[in-house]
C-alpha cells in the first residue's frame, strides 16, 4: 500500500453535498464522472495532497442507494493507492480478506479498483486502486 488514495462519501446530492464540501475545503470540484458498472456518479476534490471523493446513487438499485438508505450519508470507503493490484488482491486474499471483486475492474478517475469487504476491515469498506497506466 503507498498511501490513503482517496476517502470516498456517500451523499444524497452531489449538487449539494459539492457545494458544502467546495466551502469546507475551499477549492472546486475538478472532475465529475458517472462509473456505470457501479451505477454512481462521482465528483472530485482535491485539498493540499489529500482527495475526497463524493459519491451519488446513480439508480436505486446502485450499493449507495442502498447504503444510505441504511445509515445515512457518511464515510463510505477508504481508498488506498498500491503499485500492482493483482498482486496486493492476492496478498490480501491469502490473508484471509474477503475481496468483493474477482478481478480489478474500471473505477473513477482511470483507476483499476477493487474493494475488500467491510466484514474482513473490522466495518470499513477498503478501495485498492492502481493507476492505469
Ligand atoms: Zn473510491
Same mark, same amino acid.
Given at each position: 500500500?503507498? !498511501? +490513503? #488514495?482517496?476517502?470516498?462519501? %456517500?451523499?444524497?446530492?452531489? =449538487?449539494? &453535498?459539492?457545494?458544502?464540501?467546495? @466551502?469546507?475545503?475551499?477549492?472546486?470540484?475538478?472532475?465529475?464522472?458517472?462509473?456505470?458498472?457501479?451505477?454512481?456518479?462521482?465528483?472530485?476534490?482535491?485539498?493540499?495532497?489529500? !482527495? +475526497? #471523493?463524493?459519491?451519488?446513487? %446513480?439508480?436505486?438499485?446502485? =450499493?449507495? &442507494?442502498?447504503?444510505?438508505?441504511? @445509515?445515512?450519508?457518511?464515510?463510505?470507503?477508504?481508498?488506498?493507492?498500491?503499485?500492482?493490484?493483482?498482486?496486493?488482491?492476492?496478498?490480501?486474499?491469502?490473508?484471509?480478506?474477503?475481496?468483493?471483486?474477482?478481478?480489478?475492474?474500471?473505477?473513477?478517475?482511470?483507476?483499476?479498483?477493487?474493494?475488500?469487504?467491510? @466484514?474482513?476491515?473490522?466495518?470499513?469498506?477498503?478501495?485498492?486502486?492502481?493507476?492505469?497506466?
Amino acid at each position: 500500500m503507498i !498511501k +490513503i #488514495e482517496h476517502i470516498g462519501i %456517500a451523499v444524497n446530492s452531489i =449538487a449539494e &453535498a459539492g457545494i458544502v464540501y467546495q @466551502k469546507l475545503l475551499n477549492t472546486g470540484i475538478y472532475k465529475t464522472e458517472v462509473v456505470d458498472s457501479e451505477q454512481v456518479a462521482v465528483a472530485f476534490l482535491q485539498a493540499g495532497l489529500n !482527495k +475526497i #471523493e463524493l459519491l451519488e446513487a %446513480a439508480a436505486d438499485e446502485s =450499493a449507495i &442507494a442502498k447504503y444510505i438508505q441504511r @445509515k445515512g450519508e457518511g464515510i463510505h470507503h477508504i481508498a488506498f493507492e498500491v503499485d500492482d493490484i493483482y498482486k496486493e488482491m492476492q496478498r490480501l486474499e491469502n490473508e484471509g480478506f474477503m475481496l468483493l471483486n474477482e478481478k480489478p475492474k474500471k473505477g473513477a478517475d482511470n483507476k483499476l479498483v477493487c474493494f475488500v469487504h467491510p @466484514k474482513s476491515a473490522n466495518g470499513v469498506l477498503i478501495e485498492l486502486c492502481q493507476e492505469i497506466r
